[in-house]
């Protein structure tokens, strides 16, 4: 039987780095709660998509694990991409750097990505790290997101990308420009691990909107987030604006 909803995550045993997998579980625990159904994939190299997706995450994970997976994750391209046309493909850190056209090594090798993110990253010996705050908007809907960051890459955007959040120079995507993560149709791109979702539920409920509403769903009923909120705050108070 169909489920309402189905969340497919690649390389959940490589690419996992902070959590990951967190972000899995906040999806699918805000749409049971509201009284979908929801099917989980994990798809691991060298495995088939599933026929159908509404929301692929591609976590974080080593230079060497992106190394590992360039070419499997090339010949899921065009799955992806229809994934996005309709539903929402998420990349944390490694997996966001995936998303983009290329991400270039220290030592100069360059691990050519997606292309469905008009971004392309650059490793520096610097890494940026630590707590995140930004005033973030995703397909129009606006609120405060937080996380933890923790990249040796210098992530840039084209003309085909919009940040997902602006922030404080120092931090997000290359420390210069203050944008955070990219948005590009159904594809997000982000550097806040923690994992992000469970932290931010704006930004959880607003792709389960975009996936959920062929399926009923539309206008999410509210749920109880006083923890989520509470733990939120917590997180902004450690990152003083400047």
């Known amino acids: 039987m169909r489920r309402d909803l189905v969340i497919v995550h690649l390389y959940p045993d490589l690419l996992r780095t902070y959590g990951d997998r967190g972000n899995i579980l906040a999806l699918q625990r805000r749409a049971e709660w509201r009284g979908f159904t929801v099917d989980v994939r994990e798809v691991l190299r060298g495995q088939r998509m599933p026929a159908v997706a509404d929301v692929v995450l591609i976590g974080g994970g080593s230079d060497r694990a992106q190394e590992a997976l360039a070419e499997d994750l090339a010949s899921h391209r065009t799955e992806l991409e229809a994934v996005a046309s309709e539903g929402a493909v998420i990349g944390v850190c490694g997996g966001y750097q995936f998303l983009g056209h290329r991400y270039v090594t220290l030592d100069g090798a360059s691990i050519e990505g997606l292309g469905l993110l008009d971004?392309?990253?650059?490793?520096?010996?610097?890494?940026?790290?630590?707590?995140?705050?930004?005033?973030a908007v995703l397909w129009d809907r606006c609120f405060d997101l937080v996380g933890f960051e923790n990249h040796g890459g210098r992530t840039r955007l084209g003309p085909g990308a919009k940040p997902l959040g602006t922030t404080e120079p120092g931090r997000g995507n290359n420390g210069v420009d203050g944008t955070e993560g990219a948005v590009q149709g159904g594809v997000i791109g982000t550097y806040l691990h923690g994992p992000v979702l469970p932290a931010n539920p704006p930004m959880a409920d607003a792709i389960l909107e975009r996936v959920l509403f062929d399926h009923g769903g539309g206008p999410l009923p509210p749920l109880d987030d006083a923890i989520e909120i509470r733990a939120r705050e917590e997180a902004r108070h450690r990152v003083p604006p400047r």
């Open 119 to 135: 971004v392309e990253t650059v490793a520096e010996e610097d890494r940026i790290i630590g707590d995140v705050r930004a005033k």
